[in-house]
């Protein structure tokens, strides 16, 4: 009897203490009815040893949900559904993607599609490679050397090949070291993932990432692409407008302060010429005179303007009295550089004060933007790696398992 209770408290327990999974598989799902139960098989296969949780994040109108639901329990891993009602599935695949991201549990997720283009033997090589190497993310590359997207027919490729430059080409220094900044298959260190900073638009969940995470490290395993077994590919002409419009708000995202800055600064052209327009033609003072004081007029519009829209959101590591000062000598240091370049212009080009004045004030902006973002509004260290808050509240989780 004694025994029968320490086994009963036993069982009782072990229900209470929460899986601790290595591995979480993120899966979206649209209409692959036809393909769970092969995908499950192998990657049950796959990833023996590991202790892994499979989340399907489902967008289906068909009966793919059900054959999900009627699979759990007949594999070893433990299978998670999350089905999203409508409204939910606006922001496509990569918003599918994101919910899985919050439910899952593993310190490591991997992404992949449930076509089966993306072999589950994989796994482990992609979960081990991300182990070893310390990298954040790890990209299932198919344009790498090693990698192989013939599968996908001639035009596909082409196709893949120039989106992929085309990417590259737009971010050339974030993804200088990836070969495939599309793949839908790739795995990421959990707790260097911000998702409240992701706005996922369409299926190119990794470009968002990359894009809107500079400080990840990334490494690559090539990857064979493979043949689809059911249902149909979500490439289409509605997907291509998403991902350029992807494209064009993450390049923009990225050099908002920049575009903010000129803007500043077109208005501090405006400033400073007609200070010294006042300072050389009512205060009958030498134009190089005026310039000097002229600066110092706009530098404080400048810095105003700077310090509440330009940077306003930025935690900077300066108070607020270092900033100013630094921006008065950065704008006065740079005045020594433009007044050989005023003289110049005026004296031997004949320009005239005030036009010379505007070429010099333009030619320094990117200069004076490069020292304000890097010395002046440099942000606080210590918020390196941000991570992620697990917030469960609004999706609604079916949730199966195995023994």
């Known amino acids: 009897m004694a025994e029968h209770l320490l086994t009963s408290n036993l069982a009782s327990l072990e229900l209470q203490i929460p899986t601790q999974y290595e591995f979480s598989v993120v899966i979206p799902t649209r209409n692959e009815a036809g393909n769970i139960a092969p995908l499950l098989s192998r990657i049950e296969q796959a990833t023996k040893g590991i202790i892994t949780e499979v989340i399907f994040v489902d967008d289906s109108t068909d ?4 054959t999900i639901t009627k699979l759990q329990g007949q594999f070893s891993i433990q299978v998670k559904l999350v089905s999203r009602p409508p409204e939910r599935r606006k922001n496509g695949l990569g918003g599918a993607v994101m919910e899985g991201f919050r439910v899952a549990q ?7 599609d449930a076509d089966l283009q993306h072999p589950p033997e994989l796994l482990p090589k992609i979960f081990r490679h991300a182990e070893k190497t310390g990298a954040d993310v790890v990209v299932g590359s198919r344009l790498s050397a090693e990698g192989n997207a013939s599968s996908l027919g001639l035009k596909r490729t082409i196709i893949s090949r120039v989106f992929a430059g085309t990417t590259r080409v737009t971010f050339p220094q974030r993804l200088k070291n990836v070969t495939d900044p599309l793949s839908g298959f790739f795995i990421i260190r959990r707790a260097a993932l911000n998702t409240h900073i992701l706005k996922p638009d369409g299926f190119k969940i990794l470009l968002e990432i990359l ?3 500079p400080e990840l490290v990334v490494s690559e395993i090539p990857m064979h692409f493979g043949y689809r077994l059911a249902g149909e590919s979500k490439a289409s002409i509605k997907e291509t407008v998403r991902y350029f419009r992807t494209l064009l ?6 050099a908002q302060s920049f575009l903010r800055f000129l803007a500043v600064g077109f208005s501090g052209l405006v400033v400073n010429s007609l200070a010294l327009a006042a300072f050389t033609e009512m205060g009958a003072l030498h134009y190089l005179y005026s310039a000097i004081l002229a600066t110092q007029v706009s530098t404080l519009w400048n810095f105003s303007l700077t310090e509440m829209w330009v940077f306003g959101k930025r935690g900077a590591e300066r108070p607020f009295v270092q900033r100013l000062f630094g921006f008065l000598v950065v704008n006065n240091l740079l005045l020594l550089l433009r007044s050989p370049i005023m003289t110049f212009m005026v004296s ?3 320009i005239h004060y005030l036009l010379a004045n505007l070429f010099s004030l333009f ?11 890097k010395l002046i509004w440099n942000t606080k260290s210590g918020n390196s790696r941000p991570r992620q808050k697990q917030n469960l509240d609004n999706i609604k989780t079916e949730i199966g398992a195995t023994k």
């Open 106 to 112: 593993a310190p490591w997720v991997c992404v992949m």
């Open 211 to 213: 894009a809107t995470h």
């Open 63 to 66: 009966n793919t949900p059900e």
């Open 249 to 254: 708000r993450l390049r923009l995202a990225g």
């Open 348 to 350: 031997w080009l004949g």
């Open 363 to 373: 030619a320094m902006t990117v200069l004076r933007y490069f020292l304000a973002d």
